[in-house]
Structures are given as structure tokens and as C-alpha cells.
């Protein structure tokens, strides 16, 4: 099992990672974060806990009378991508993994891989 920074050492170890977060699902707050020059963690937390939200309740309107889980969602910028891979954990509650990944450097595929491998290992 992962502690929260092994698991944050071992997400920005993904080739091409930049940043990386652990976000408490329930109170928007990140509980971890590789601490990126000129980043409001707080902000960032808050703000892509109501992304997931909003994206959320958007696929729930849409798919009336089906149970909607997001596993993970995938933003692409013009300057990277950004992964969230979302976590039902037992001792913190619901807790959204955040990684940005560089936009030439990163392989999405592997990136998403080794996130899903990474969360398995937190969740142990």
C-alpha cells in the first residue's frame, strides 16, 4: 500500500508529469501536492472538484436512469493534458488523483496505465 507521497512520487515519475495533486473529493481541498512554482494549490483543488461536479451531474442529465461513475476524465489544452483519476478510498473518503502532463513529452495511454496502476496500490 501507498502512503500520499509515495503516491504523488510515483505519479510524477509518469514520463512527461509536471504537477501532480491529491485532491479530497468532499471538500475541494488538496491534501497533497508537488508543489509547482506560481500554483494556487487551494484554488486548483476547489476548482477541479467543481469540474468534476459539474461534469458529473451533466453525464447523469444525459443518461437519465443509469448510475453514472466517472473512473477518470481527460482534459487536453493547448499547453497539456490533464489527468484526474478518481478514488473511493476508506480512510479519506473520495479522493481525485490530478496529474498535468506536457503536451509533447507524455503518452496519454501510459500515463492513464500508470495512474489506474498507482490508484490500485493507494487502495491496497
Known amino acids: 500500500m501507498l502512503g500520499l507521497d509515495s503516491c504523488l512520487a510515483e505519479v510524477m515519475a509518469i514520463p512527461g ?9 468532499t471538500s475541494g481541498l488538496a491534501v497533497a501536492t508537488s508543489n509547482p ?8 483543488a476547489a ?5 468534476l461536479r459539474a461534469t458529473t451531474d451533466g453525464l447523469t442529465r444525459s443518461c437519465p436512469g443509469e448510475a453514472v461513475r466517472i473512473d477518470d476524465m481527460l482534459v487536453t489544452t493547448d499547453r497539456g493534458h490533464h489527468l484526474l483519476r478518481l478514488l473511493d478510498t476508506a480512510f479519506e473518503g473520495p479522493l ?3 496529474v498535468r502532463l506536457d503536451l ?5 495511454a501510459l500515463a492513464r ?5 498507482i490508484s490500485s496500490q493507494l487502495l491496497a
Open 17 to 25: 508529469a509536471l504537477d501532480a495533486m491529491l485532491v479530497d473529493q
Open 113 to 117: 496505465y500508470r495512474l489506474q496502476a
Open 47 to 51: 476548482a477541479l472538484t467543481e469540474a
Open 96 to 98: 481525485v488523483v490530478y
Open 37 to 44: 512554482p506560481g500554483v494556487d494549490a487551494e484554488g486548483s
Open 104 to 108: 509533447e513529452r507524455s503518452n496519454l
